[in-house]
């Protein structure tokens, strides 16, 4: 084994683990809902190349308002899914989309793009 | 816009006291869509702009949500003035199309289109571009020609006409996969941007070191045909995928574009031809043959045939009269008729049945979890396994080749695994599903229940409103011992005068059944009704009686031998008997029963032709319910079930292993219905049925099951298709771009032809979920 070869086999291997630590470790952004004086619950989110924050986390049996702002246009995050409760919204590029619902239950709900690549956590407490 | 009378949840009090109102003044709220505000300052100014206008009561507006909630005097000012106040402050209210859910429909449309024309742009432009770099990269291939062209010049030619390639064609890979990185998530377009960008660099190097690599002993190669065709090829999957997508929702679409655009309503006292979005409740609308009714409603006057086909699924045309329901974006046939609005916007069965059928699409299939928790890790192991691939490469191949053996397998291994595939799996059959049914009045739920619906095994039906129609009808009129100079019409009339004036189901049955024989219309005078016994009137100067035979007996009329023995036969058949006399002697018997469906027996022929049980269950007699059964060909049944032991009955076949469907009419049959792996309810359109149902059936008629069964299978069937095709993709493509057969076939996988793979995945799963479209069912 020659010197590059040793650079390239011990740069592949840190590289691999760089990227395990990376995208797995990666660490959360939490926001907790603002609660207006009429109860809703609203979170502005931040659409660009994920979700920023990407765990909300909001009260049981109060409206939840979720503001997604999409600062972008690329293909992959044009939908929003919330399967637990249904929602399949489209989300306009440069454009405020509120989604609004009624969390009845606790517990961790995820929300993802259409293809499940970008991910957050409505957490109901 | 939308109004309400109540105020909005998401209303919030301004500042400062609303002023003193005076007594019995109704106030109403409404929402407005606001354009043009970019920041705090104008929602302020806005809000402002609107608290200050004479008759508002209290103003909000939303800078995220664009929108203002307004409560207003209704008696001081109306929309068009709250808009005039907005367009005053220099902003402009955006009226969707249409009112409320089906709005702003087609603004979006519009950006998709304008989104795809972009799309399609760059798709051209890399085509155009690769379709010359190609041959240009295969110069190399000719010795003959290579000696005549410099190689650093052509590297040169090449890096320039790739450049516009990657700035603009695929520009938005690179910015998306920066954009991730900055949240450090991974997406289809990292594995493309690292993919390209690593080939391109390398290219780059080449073109402008190629001492420093001929000094490493290695041929200065550039992949930049590699790099464009990449681009080209994944924007082709992209504009494939993006027109598959459309089609996809395409059923939505449709529905929405069923909607009328305006009414005639009268107003005044005059005919006016007004947009839809201003039709109030209680308005009078005029429907003419050949229109489109409005929105949902009562008729109030006239008769008419209508089409509800686009509703129910039901392709013969329903008759309706005074007082039955009409529904929005039906078709009247035949005749004119006026009708007072019941619903509108929101409210209309249109409407709600576009918001379920959205909000199946939105929902998650049991199946497809799996699938999730495997794109959600995807894109960085793939990432590791591309690297793992390089240094692999690097270290088992001959020194001259190794680095250009390594990135071609590396960018290889990016390239096609990119798991759009899998994303779109389940979606996008459940799209089209959902929306199929929808067009045949089947209204899934959501996609669980289309997963349960596949499983079933036994199909347990509620006889009365289901199997049967849910209404007593005549089922047998026989005449006995006719009075002199009276034939079997006359007498027939005679007795429907009398039934006319009594509200009782069983006299409505012979009303029916007379109107439909077409007898002449009398006059009763006198009506008397016997309370558990029948009723009695006066018609052309003789006594008229009908009710059971008690009735009879108490005003002494004396039973033949014949009619006891006709009643006899009629009660062995488990009819209801009513007896008929005129002027003290007996003149008739009606046999009256729940019918059967004309289509029940069929349909049920079809669900055991399909290999699934199908169980009755009824609170008949067990005599009744034999004779039913026996009808329809159905051989195990229920009888003398209680409403409220009908869930344990569910609970029962469920003891049994089984995977039960339950078919009920969805008012009393609620908790059976919740108690089934999977509740059809029939008939529906109210909320209670939608709620407690998995599935709703929007015709009364059994073949809808066998439609909901067998739209279930097909749609399982394509996602299992679907997950099989991107799992193949993905799972065969990774080790064949790392070069897995190598050492035994010499195969390595191009990297432009791992890009067309990638493409295809995508376009085969979307290909292979719209052939359910074109499914029978």
């Given at each position: 084994?020659?010197?590059?070869?040793?650079?390239?086999?011990?740069?592949?291997?840190?590289?691999?683990?760089?990227?395990?630590?990376?995208?797995?470790?990666?660490?959360?952004?939490?926001?907790?809902?603002?609660?207006?004086?009429?109860?809703?619950?609203?979170v502005?989110?931040?659409?660009?190349?994920?979700?920023?924050?990407?765990?909300?986390?909001?009260?049981?049996?109060?409206?939840?308002?979720?503001?997604?702002?999409?600062?972008?246009?690329?293909?992959?995050?044009?939908?929003?899914?919330?399967?637990?409760?249904?929602?399949?919204?489209?989300?306009?590029?440069?454009?405020?989309?509120?989604?609004?619902?009624?969390?009845?239950?606790?517990?961790?709900?995820?929300?993802?793009?259409?293809?499940?690549?970008?991910?957050?956590?409505?957490?109901?407490? | 816009?939308?109004?309400?009378?109540?105020?909005?949840?998401?209303?919030?009090?301004?500042?400062?006291?609303?002023?003193?109102?005076?007594?019995?003044?109704?106030?109403?709220?409404?929402?407005?869509?606001?354009?043009?505000?970019?920041?705090?300052?104008?929602?302020?100014?806005?809000?402002?702009?609107?608290?200050?206008?004479?008759?508002?009561?209290?103003?909000?507006?939303?800078?995220?949500?664009?929108?203002?909630?307004?409560?207003?005097?209704?008696?001081?000012?109306?929309?068009?003035?709250?808009?005039?106040?907005?367009?005053?402050?220099?902003?402009?209210?955006?009226?969707p199309?249409?009112?409320?859910?089906?709005?702003?429909?087609?603004?979006?449309?519009?950006?998709?289109?304008?989104?795809?024309?972009?799309?399609?742009r760059?798709?051209?432009?890399?085509?155009?571009?690769?379709?010359?770099?190609?041959?240009?990269?295969?110069v190399?291939?000719?010795?003959?020609?290579?000696?005549?062209?410099?190689?650093?010049?052509?590297?040169?030619?090449?890096?320039?006409?790739?450049?516009?390639?990657?700035?603009y064609?695929?520009?938005?890979?690179?910015?998306?996969?920066?954009?991730?990185?900055?949240?450090?998530?991974?997406?289809?377009?990292?594995?493309?941007?690292?993919?390209?960008?690593?080939?391109?660099?390398?290219?780059?190097?080449?073109?402008?070191?190629?001492?420093?690599?001929?000094?490493?002993?290695?041929?200065?190669?550039?992949?930049?045909?590699?790099?464009?065709?990449?681009?080209?090829?994944?924007?082709?999957?992209k504009?494939?995928?993006s027109?598959?997508?459309?089609?996809?929702?395409?059923?939505?679409?449709?529905?929405?574009?069923?909607?009328?655009?305006?009414?005639r309503?009268?107003?005044?006292?005059?005919?006016?031809?007004?947009?839809?979005?201003?039709?109030?409740?209680?308005?009078?609308?005029?429907?003419?043959?050949?229109?489109?009714?409005?929105?949902?409603?009562?008729?109030?006057?006239?008769?008419?045939?209508?089409?509800?086909?686009?509703?129910?699924?039901?392709?013969?045309?329903?008759?309706?009269?005074?007082?039955?329901?009409?529904?929005?974006?039906?078709?009247?046939?035949?005749?004119?008729f006026?009708?007072?609005?019941?619903?509108?916007?929101?409210?209309?069965?249109?409407?709600?049945?576009?918001?379920?059928?959205?909000?199946?699409?939105?929902?998650?299939?049991?199946?497809?979890?799996?699938?999730?928790?495997?794109s959600?890790?995807?894109?960085?192991?793939?990432?590791?396994?591309?690297?793992?691939?390089?240094?692999?490469?690097?270290?088992?191949?001959?020194?001259?080749?190794?680095?250009?053996?390594a990135?071609?397998?590396?960018?290889?291994?990016?390239i096609i695994?990119?798991?759009?595939?899998l994303?779109?799996?389940?979606?996008?059959?459940?799209?089209?599903?959902?929306?199929?049914?929808?067009?045949?009045?089947?209204?899934?739920?959501?996609?669980?229940?289309?997963?349960?619906?596949?499983?079933?095994?036994?199909v347990?039906?509620?006889?009365?409103?289901?199997?049967?129609?849910?209404?007593?009808?005549?089922?047998?009129?026989i005449?006995?011992?006719?009075?002199?100079?009276?034939?079997?019409?006359?007498?027939?009339?005679?007795?429907?005068?009398l039934?006319?004036?009594?509200?009782?189901?069983?006299?409505?049955?012979?009303?029916?059944?007379?109107?439909?024989?077409?007898?002449?219309s009398?006059?009763?005078?006198?009506?008397?009704?016997?309370?558990?016994?029948?009723?009695?009137?006066?018609?052309?100067?003789?006594?008229?009686?009908?009710g059971?035979?008690?009735?009879?007996?108490?005003?002494?009329?004396?039973?033949?031998?014949?009619?006891?023995?006709?009643?006899?036969?009629?009660?062995?058949?488990?009819?209801?008997?009513?007896?008929?006399?005129?002027?003290?002697?007996?003149?008739?018997?009606?046999?009256v029963?729940?019918?059967?469906?004309?289509?029940?027996?069929?349909?049920?022929?079809?669900?055991?032709?399909?290999?699934?049980?199908?169980?009755?269950?009824?609170?008949?007699?067990q005599?009744?319910?034999?004779?039913?059964?026996?009808?329809?060909?159905?051989?195990?049944?229920?009888?003398?079930?209680?409403?409220?032991?009908?869930?344990?009955?569910?609970?029962?076949?469920?003891?049994?292993?089984?995977?039960?469907?339950?078919?009920?009419?969805?008012?009393?049959?609620?908790?059976?219905?919740?108690q089934?792996?999977?509740?059809?309810?029939?008939?529906?359109?109210?909320?209670?049925?939608?709620?407690?149902?998995?599935?709703?059936?929007?015709?009364?008629?059994?073949?809808?099951v066998?439609?909901?069964?067998?739209?279930?299978?097909?749609?399982?069937r394509?996602?299992?298709?679907?997950?099989?095709?991107?799992?193949?993709?993905?799972?065969?493509?990774?080790?064949?771009?790392?070069?897995?057969?190598?050492?035994?076939?010499?195969?390595?996988?191009?990297?432009?032809?791992?890009?067309?793979?990638?493409?295809?995945?995508?376009?085969?799963?979307?290909?292979?979920?719209?052939?359910?479209?074109?499914?029978?069912?």
């Amino acid at each position: 084994m020659d010197t590059t070869e040793i650079i390239v086999l011990l740069g592949g291997m840190a590289s691999i683990g760089f990227v395990g630590w990376f995208f797995f470790m990666a660490p959360h952004q939490v926001a907790t809902a603002v609660s207006s004086s009429s109860g809703v619950q609203q979170v502005d989110i931040m659409v660009k190349g994920g979700y920023s924050p990407n765990v909300i986390e909001v009260e049981k049996d109060k409206p939840v308002q979720l503001n997604f702002y999409r600062d972008e246009d690329n293909s992959c995050s044009e939908e929003l899914l919330l399967p637990d409760f249904q929602i399949r919204r489209e989300l306009a590029p440069f454009q405020t989309t509120a989604v609004e619902l009624l969390p009845r239950q606790a517990g961790t709900f995820e929300f993802t793009c259409g293809m499940h690549m970008l991910r957050g956590q409505l957490v109901v407490k | 816009m939308n109004t309400t009378s109540a105020p909005s949840p998401s209303q919030v009090p301004t500042p400062g006291e609303p002023a003193n109102l005076p007594p019995n003044t109704t106030t109403e709220t409404t929402t407005l869509n606001i354009e043009g505000m970019t920041c705090a300052s104008c929602s302020n100014f806005v809000e402002r702009a609107l608290s200050r206008t004479p008759g508002v009561q209290r103003a909000t507006v939303n800078l995220a949500s664009e929108k203002a909630t307004v409560e207003f005097l209704p008696t001081q000012i109306d929309k068009a003035g709250l808009r005039a106040a907005v367009e005053q402050a220099g902003y402009a209210v955006h009226e969707p199309v249409a009112a409320g859910v089906l709005g702003s429909d087609e603004e979006l449309a519009q950006r998709k289109a304008a989104a795809y024309r972009k799309l399609l742009r760059r798709f051209w432009v890399a085509v155009a571009l690769a379709a010359i770099i190609m041959p240009l990269s295969m110069v190399m291939l000719w010795p003959a020609l290579m000696q005549r062209v410099s190689m650093p010049v052509l590297n040169y030619v090449q890096l320039l006409l790739t450049l516009p390639v990657l700035l603009y064609s695929g520009r938005e890979f690179y910015v998306s996969a920066w954009n991730g990185l900055r949240h450090r998530t991974a997406s289809m377009d990292t594995l493309i941007a690292v993919g390209t960008g690593a080939a391109f660099l390398y290219s780059l190097a080449a073109t402008l070191i190629p001492n420093w690599f001929m000094r490493q002993g290695l041929m200065p190669e550039v992949y930049y045909d590699t790099t464009a065709t990449i681009i080209a090829l994944i924007l082709l999957g992209k504009v494939l995928e993006s027109r598959a997508k459309q089609r996809t929702s395409a059923a939505i679409r449709a529905l929405m574009d069923l909607q009328a655009k305006t009414a005639r309503v009268v107003r005044h006292g005059q005919e006016v031809d007004i947009p839809i979005e201003e039709v109030r409740l209680n308005d009078i609308v005029l429907v003419r043959p050949g229109e489109k009714v409005a929105t949902d409603g009562v008729i109030t006057e006239g008769r008419s045939a209508l089409d509800e086909a686009m509703l129910t699924g039901e392709s013969l045309p329903v008759e309706k009269k005074v007082g039955d329901p009409v529904f929005g974006a039906t078709l009247n046939k035949t005749g004119s008729f006026r009708f007072q609005v019941t619903k509108v916007g929101h409210e209309t069965m249109l409407a709600q049945i576009v918001k379920l059928v959205e909000e199946a699409q939105g929902s998650r299939a049991p199946i497809q979890r799996l699938a999730d928790k495997v794109s959600a890790v995807f894109v960085p192991i793939v990432v590791m396994i591309a690297i793992a691939t390089f240094v692999v490469w690097f270290l088992a191949a001959p020194e001259a080749t190794r680095l250009p053996l390594a990135l071609v397998n590396f960018v290889a291994v990016l390239i096609i695994a990119c798991p759009c595939a899998l994303g779109l799996a389940t979606p996008t059959a459940i799209m089209v599903g959902t929306g199929k049914g929808a067009e045949h009045g089947v209204l899934i739920r959501n996609a669980e229940a289309l997963e349960k619906a596949y499983q079933v095994n036994t199909v347990l039906l509620d006889k009365t409103g289901t199997i049967t129609r849910g209404e007593p009808a005549v089922t047998d009129f026989i005449p006995l011992n006719l009075p002199p100079s009276t034939d079997q019409a006359s007498v027939l009339a005679m007795l429907t005068a009398l039934e006319r004036q009594s509200e009782h189901p069983l006299a409505e049955a012979v009303v029916r059944y007379a109107d439909a024989q077409g007898v002449a219309s009398l006059l009763a005078a006198d009506f008397q009704a016997y309370e558990g016994r029948g009723a009695g009137a006066t018609v052309e100067g003789q006594r008229v009686l009908i009710g059971n035979r008690r009735l009879l007996e108490e005003h002494n009329v004396l039973l033949t031998p014949a009619s006891t023995e006709a009643a006899d036969r009629l009660l062995d058949e488990a009819k209801t008997v009513l007896y008929a006399a005129i002027g003290g002697q007996i003149v008739a018997l009606f046999g009256v029963a729940d019918t059967v469906r004309e289509t029940s027996a069929a349909a049920i022929r079809e669900l055991q032709r399909q290999g699934l049980e199908v169980v009755m269950m009824t609170g008949d007699n067990q005599q009744t319910a034999a004779k039913v059964a026996q009808q329809v060909g159905i051989t195990r049944f229920f009888a003398e079930v209680l409403p409220q032991d009908k869930a344990s009955k569910v609970k029962a076949l469920q003891a049994e292993g089984r995977i039960v469907a339950m078919v009920g009419d969805g008012i009393n049959d609620a908790p059976a219905l919740a108690q089934a792996d999977l509740g059809l309810a029939m008939g529906g359109g109210t909320d209670v049925a939608m709620e407690a149902a998995g599935i709703t059936l929007m015709r009364s008629d059994l073949n809808g099951v066998v439609t909901a069964l067998r739209l279930s299978r097909q749609t399982m069937r394509t996602i299992r298709q679907n997950l099989f095709f991107a799992f193949v993709y993905n799972t065969l493509g990774i080790p064949i771009a790392a070069g897995l057969l190598y050492p035994f076939t010499g195969w390595l996988l191009s990297p432009m032809l791992a890009a067309a793979a990638m493409a295809l995945s995508s376009v085969s799963v979307l290909t292979n979920s719209l052939r359910l479209r074109a499914a029978k069912v």
